[in-house]
C-alpha cells in the first residue's frame, strides 16, 4: 500500500494472530504515522515471543528508512538486535510515545535482559543525525531515558505519564458521594516516603529539561513522584515562560510561592497540581473543606495573583479541577472599604479538561 500514510493496529498477539505486517511495512513508503499496541498477555508471561525481524526485516532488507513524523509502541516485550534505530530516520520524527516499553525503573528483575537490550547510548550512530523532537509522551524513567532528552533542543511538549486511571479518582464523584461534615477529623490518607532513586532521577530530568527545552517548552507534565522545592519551582518558572500548560508536584507550603510566579507565566492556561503517587492528601484535604470553602480557599491561594494572567482559566488540585472566569468585585459590608476583585471560580469534571492536554494525554492510550 504505497499510498498509505497513517496506520494503528491494535492488539498484536504474534501467537494468536500470526499476521505478516513486514510486507505491509515494507510497502508503505509514504507512512508518517506509526502507531503499533501489542497484547499485554507477552510482557505479563515474559514470553519473548515478539521478534522484531519479522515486523520490520523486510524493510531492513530494502536499506529504506521510514520518514516517521509520529510513532508509537504500547505493551513492547521483546529485544532489541541492534539494529532498530537504522529503520527510521530520528530528524523527522516529532512526536513519540512509548508505553510500557523499552524498560525502566522499577522493572522485574526477571525482564531485566530483555529490557537492558534497549538501554542507549549517546554514541550511537543514529544519534548523530540529531533529533527533531516536539513531542514525548513515556511512561518509564531512566538513566538512559534521562540521557535521551539531553540528545537535542526544542522539544515543545513533555507528558510523563503515571497510569493512574483519573475517571476512577475523579474528585468531583469522591466529593458527592460524601456526607458533608463526615470524617473531617478522621486520619489522613497515609503517604509513603519517596523512593530516593527516583527522586534523585527526577532532579537529573528537570535539569535536562530545563537546559535544553526549557525556552520552546510549552506543556509540560511532571511525575507525582518529584515533589519541587522551592528552588526548582523558581528555576523552572525563570527558564520556562513560554509555558501554557503545567503539572507538577508541590508542597501545599509552597502554594504561596507557586501563586506569587504565576504573573511571571503569562501564557499560562492550565495548572495542574498532582497528588504524591501514593495518597490522595490534597484531594482529601479539599474535599474535607467543602465545596464552597474550597472555592474561598482557590480564591485567596491562587486566583487573586491571576488577575494579571487572564489566561489562566483551568487549576487542578489534586483530583479537583476548577475553571476560572471572568474579574468580579468581592461584595464587602464595609460601604468605606475599597473595592476588591477576584476571579469567578466554578467546580470542574474530566469532561470539560478533555481538550487540556496536562490532564487529556494522562492516560496509557495511543491516539
Known amino acids: 500500500m504505497p499510498q498509505l500514510e497513517s496506520l494503528k493496529i491494535t492488539d498484536i498477539d504474534p501467537l494468536c494472530y500470526p499476521d505478516d505486517l513486514s510486507v505491509l511495512l515494507a510497502g508503505s513508503k509514504n507512512l508518517t504515522h506509526l502507531k503499533l499496541h501489542w497484547s499485554p498477555r507477552m510482557r505479563n508471561d515474559r514470553e519473548p515471543s515478539i521478534i522484531l525481524n519479522a515486523f520490520f526485516g523486510k ?6 528508512q521510514l520518514r516517521l513524523k509520529s510513532v508509537a509502541f504500547q505493551n513492547l516485550y521483546a529485544q532489541n538486535d541492534g539494529g532498530f534505530g537504522s529503520l527510521f530516520d530520528p530528524s523527522v520524527i516529532e512526536e513519540i510515545t512509548f508505553f510500557n516499553s523499552i524498560g525502566g525503573i522499577g522493572e522485574s528483575p526477571d525482564m531485566s535482559f530483555v529490557e537492558h537490550s534497549w538501554q542507549m547510548s549517546p554514541k550511537h550512530p ?22 535521551f532528552f539531553g540528545l537535542w533542543s526544542g522539544l515543545e511538549r513533555l507528558y510523563l505519564i503515571t497510569g493512574r486511571d483519573l475517571s476512577k479518582r475523579d474528585g468531583s464523584s469522591r466529593l458527592s458521594s460524601s456526607t458533608p461534615g463526615a470524617n473531617c477529623n478522621g486520619p489522613a490518607t497515609p503517604s509513603t516516603p519517596p523512593d530516593p532513586v527516583i527522586a534523585n532521577l527526577g532532579q537529573d530530568y528537570l535539569d535536562v529539561i530545563l537546559r535544553c527545552h526549557g525556552s520552546t ?3 509540560l507534565l511532571l511525575m507525582p513522584h518529584w515533589l519541587l522545592s522551592n528552588d526548582e519551582l523558581v528555576r523552572l518558572v525563570r527558564c520556562c515562560p513560554n509555558l501554557e500548560q503545567l503539572g507538577l508536584c508541590a508542597d501545599v507550603a ?4 507557586l501563586r506569587l510566579m504565576l504573573p511571571f507565566l503569562p501564557r499560562l492556561k492550565a495548572l495542574r497540581i498532582l497528588d504524591g503517587p501514593d495518597d490522595w492528601r490534597l484531594t482529601d484535604k479539599m474535599i474535607e473543606k467543602g465545596d464552597d470553602t474550597q472555592k474561598d480557599g ?4 491562587i486566583c487573586n495573583e491571576t488577575l494579571d494572567c487572564p489566561a489562566l482559566t483551568w ?12 474579574v468580579a468585585p468581592v461584595e464587602s459590608e464595609d460601604k468605606g472599604k475599597r473595592e476588591s476583585l477576584t476571579r469567578k471560580v466554578r467546580r470542574g469534571t474530566l ?14 492510550e495511543i491516539y
Open 126 to 147: 543514529h544519534d548523530k543525525k540529531g533529533w527533531a523532537l516536539k513531542m514525548a509522551r513515556v511512561d518509564k524513567i531512566s538513566r538512559d531515558h534521562c540521557n
Open 254 to 257: 509552597n502554594f504561596k510561592l
Open 315 to 326: 487549576v487542578g488540585l489534586g483530583d479537583l479541577i476548577y475553571e476560572l472566569g471572568q
Open 351 to 364: 469532561e470539560d479538561v478533555k481538550d487540556v492536554e496536562i490532564w487529556s494525554m494522562d492516560r496509557l
Open 298 to 301: 482557590i480564591c485567596t491561594e
Open 59 to 64: 524493510l531492513a532488507a530494502t536499506g529504506r
Open 217 to 219: 517548552l510549552r506543556h
